[in-house]
């Protein structure tokens, strides 16, 4: 064989060997994952309905993946500081990073130096939490229809609560606005315990928060739970309609949150953590225990999470963009 022929088939063998070593890479990188502890961050402050939620999922996730999982709050700015920790993150799997649907809301009230959809790998959606439209117990309302009419008959006498600007409280209310087309001021407070007080007390006309907190309210008789905001009715509050089924047909926002790594990531170990998430979401005494606290598990597909979110993000900003909402200070 002459030099330039076998020049050649050794660049053949050569690059055959290459495309062999590289398609058996994902495959060797699933298996091998993970080495060593992985770092979980949460944006938010321990406590927070996020982290409660995952702490109820790292222990058996810890037990299926045979490696530690360490939680790593970094509160501050509305979660965009965790974000930007996990954006400029290896992406090797080592790093990951759970979020609730600020992360989707944020684009359009900050100026941020990331793209969610872009700068990070979806993983799963975890759970969501239904909200509850409460009222005041001496407002003269007892269902949607009667609350939709009393504000239209009485165009900015109506007040709503919420815990801050741009919190899904605010969101939701702005939505219905909105969807009813009501004039209803918005009062913001700093945290949501503060907001159903002062709607228990009758500061406030109404407020949309967490069934969590919001459900022994009315229980107690302290609120009046005329809707929930999700598009089904929770297992938990059955005989409190939808706001989409009392005369609003599609309105639809609940408290989500989710799970992602930094974009790149391989897709093997993607797949791989989202196997075992389900896999931890779906246990038997997990499930009953994220359940009690009001979460409704989900565990979908990388892909199908990563379709909701920009869904979530194109929804928000639609309704930020009408409301003219500006980010505090």
């Known amino acids: 064989?002459?030099?330039?022929?076998?020049?050649?088939?050794?660049?053949?063998?050569?690059?055959?060997?290459?495309?062999?070593?590289?398609?058996?890479?994902?495959?060797?990188?699933?298996?091998?994952?993970?080495?060593?502890?992985?770092?979980?961050?949460?944006?938010?402050?321990?406590?927070?309905?996020?982290?409660?939620?995952?702490?109820?999922?790292?222990?058996?996730?810890?037990?299926?993946?045979?490696?530690?999982?360490?939680?790593?709050?970094?509160?501050?700015?509305?979660?965009?500081?965790?974000?930007?920790?996990?954006?400029?993150?290896?992406?090797?799997?080592?790093?990951?990073?759970?979020?609730?649907?600020?992360?989707?809301?944020?684009?359009?009230?900050?100026?941020?130096?990331?793209?969610?959809?872009?700068?990070?790998?979806?993983?799963?959606?975890?759970?969501?939490?239904?909200?509850?439209?409460?009222?005041?117990?001496?407002?003269?309302?007892?269902s949607v229809a009667e609350l939709i009419a009393l504000a239209k008959a009485q165009p900015g006498k109506l007040n709503y609560g919420s815990f801050g600007i741009g919190s899904i409280s605010h969101i939701a209310g702005e939505m219905f606005k909105q969807a009813a087309d009501v004039q209803i001021v918005h009062i913001a407070y700093k945290t949501s315990p503060q907001a159903v007080q002062e709607t228990i007390a009758g500061q406030n006309h109404m407020m949309m928060g967490g069934i969590s907190y919001m459900l022994p309210q009315v229980r107690a008789g302290r609120l009046r739970g005329i809707a929930l905001c999700s598009l089904k009715r929770s297992p938990l509050a059955p005989e409190i309609p939808t706001v989409s089924e009392s005369g609003l047909p599609g309105f639809d926002v609940n408290a989500w949150f989710g799970m992602w790594a930094p974009a790149k990531t391989p897709r093997a170990i993607v797949a791989r953590v989202n196997e075992v998430v389900v896999k931890a979401m779906n246990d038997p005494a997990v499930r009953a225990h994220v359940e009690s606290q009001g979460y409704q598990p989900v565990g979908s597909s990388p892909e199908a999470f990563g379709k909701f979110v920009r869904g979530e993000v194109a929804k928000f900003a639609r309704v930020i963009k009408t409301a003219g909402i500006k980010p505090e200070g």
């Open 1 to 142: 064989m002459s030099a330039a022929p076998a020049r050649r088939a050794a660049i053949a063998a050569a690059t055959l060997g290459c495309a062999l070593v590289m398609h058996g890479l994902p495959a060797a990188a699933q298996q091998s994952y993970p080495a060593r502890p992985i770092r979980l961050i949460i944006p938010m402050a321990a406590g927070g309905a996020t982290d409660i939620l995952i702490r109820m999922l790292t222990p058996k996730m810890t037990e299926l993946l045979g490696q530690q999982i360490v939680v790593d709050n970094r509160p501050g700015a509305n979660g965009v500081i965790g974000d930007e920790m996990v954006v400029r993150a290896t992406p090797d799997g080592y790093t990951l990073h759970a979020n609730a649907l600020a992360i989707a809301i944020n684009p359009s009230l900050y100026k941020l130096n990331y793209d969610i959809t872009r700068d990070l790998a979806p993983v799963t959606e975890l759970a969501a939490i239904d909200l509850v439209l409460g009222v005041y117990p001496g407002l003269p309302v007892k």
